[in-house]
């Protein structure tokens, strides 16, 4: 790795907003720059092409670096190694790089669309996803502030255990045990009309 970085991870579909996220990197101050590289990790494609062609207009050639494959066992110790992950995306089913971040302890900025705040919720910074200048804001903040670093790290850290299997299957056995102490559900599937 080149040295400080921020970290994106997934693909460069135009949902991803990755777009959003060079025009963010670019207004952060220069000192910021200079001290922090862009790191971007996804494989290549025309959609990463696109981007490729956006970090060269602006001239950010040198700060902003592209990795290909990354094996996934090396995965934690590149989430855990940045500064700030920062993703961007306008839609998401779930939002599974956010939560491997947090769960590597490593502060989150994120977008406030489509699943990401149930995931996120109050341990990351959550961003209009189409307001460049609100996410280098917050780059700006966590980048500059260690405590704030701090407690999103252990937040996120703390978030991401809601969504591991054990977690899981203990609340859906809570669930289950409400359920046979009841009495069971109050319906039964021959009772559902179709």
Excluded at 125 to 145: G, Q, S
């Amino acid at each position: 790795m080149p040295g400080d970085y921020i970290l994106y991870v997934g693909n460069f579909k135009p949902h991803k907003n990755v777009r959003i996220l060079i025009d963010a990197y670019k207004e952060l101050p220069d000192p910021l720059k200079d001290k922090y590289y862009l790191v971007l990790c996804g494989r290549r494609d025309k959609f990463r092409e696109e981007i490729e062609t956006r970090v060269r207009s602006l001239r950010l050639e040198g700060k902003v670096v592209f990795l290909d494959f990354v094996p996934e066992e090396d995965m934690p110790v590149l989430y855990s190694g940045a500064e700030v992950f920062v993703f961007p995306s306008l839609y998401e089913g779930f939002g599974l790089p956010p939560l491997e971040a947090m769960a590597c302890g490593t502060p989150v900025v994120c977008s406030n669309s489509s699943s990401l705040p149930e995931v996120v919720g109050e341990a990351g910074v959550l961003v209009d996803p189409h307001r460049p200048e609100l996410f280098a804001e917050a780059m700006e903040r966590v980048l500059t502030d260690g405590g704030l670093r701090e407690d999103l790290g252990s937040k996120g850290s703390h978030r991401s255990r809601r969504f591991s299997s054990e977690d899981f299957s203990g609340r859906l056995l809570e669930i289950l045990e409400e359920l046979a102490s009841s009495g069971g559900p109050r319906w039964r599937l021959e009772d559902r009309s179709s």
